[in-house]
């Protein structure tokens, strides 16, 4: 069977979003385009690295291109996207693998997430080497999501990415874990229950 890709050059839509509560929520990458949509799942941690890692690549490209790349330093108001996850969430796979890149010829940041694998390995270095022979297999591998963004989609994708992020439950004023609604053992309290 050969490998799935979900390509969006370009999606009509590219966000991340969460279904749930508060404490409870899955969050996904969504990308959508010409009535098709494709929603895989991932870890709230692996929105957070996508985002940060996308600012950073976007400012090194404006960086190394003297300000000359089409990139702007914060996301454009026109294209930034506020609106819930198109329903039903349907999830394709779950993310185990994220890549970026930027295509300096096209001037497209390139993002792809490939699905979670299991793979029977001894080492760290046998580990290594067969997640390179699964990114490197187009005819083979896992399912993948491949997204292409302007410079302005990529940093309104991190924006958003890091507000739905931060939306979560707020941060004990003691030892910053979340509260949950009912309240949490703060370890800084030696154990005592505190209330939100």
């Known amino acids: 069977m050969s490998r799935q890709v979900f390509l969006y050059d370009p999606p009509d839509r590219f966000v991340a979003g969460t279904v749930g509560l508060p404490g409870r929520r899955t969050f996904f990458l969504q990308a959508s385009a010409a009535g098709r949509v494709t929603s895989v799942a991932l870890e709230k941690a692996q929105v957070a690295a996508l985002a940060e890692r996308i600012d950073e690549l976007l400012d090194e490209v404006v960086r190394r291109t003297g300000g000359s790349a089409p990139v702007p330093a914060v996301a454009p108001a026109e294209v930034t996207d506020s609106a819930p996850l198109d329903a039903p969430v349907e999830e394709e796979f779950r993310v185990g693998t994220m890549a970026l890149a930027w295509d300096g010829q096209e001037q497209r940041m390139i993002i792809e997430a490939q699905a979670l694998v299991e793979l029977d390995v001894e080492t760290d270095e046998d580990l290594a080497e067969a997640e390179e022979r699964l990114l490197q297999d187009e005819e083979n591998g896992p ?54």
């Open 143 to 196: 399912p993948m999501l491949r997204v292409r963004l302007s410079g302005a989609q990529a940093r309104a994708f991190a924006k958003r990415a890091l507000d739905v992020v931060n939306a979560g439950r707020p941060p004990c004023p003691l030892c910053s874990l979340p509260l949950d609604p009912e309240g949490h053992v703060c370890p800084r309290q030696n154990g005592y229950r505190r209330g939100a």
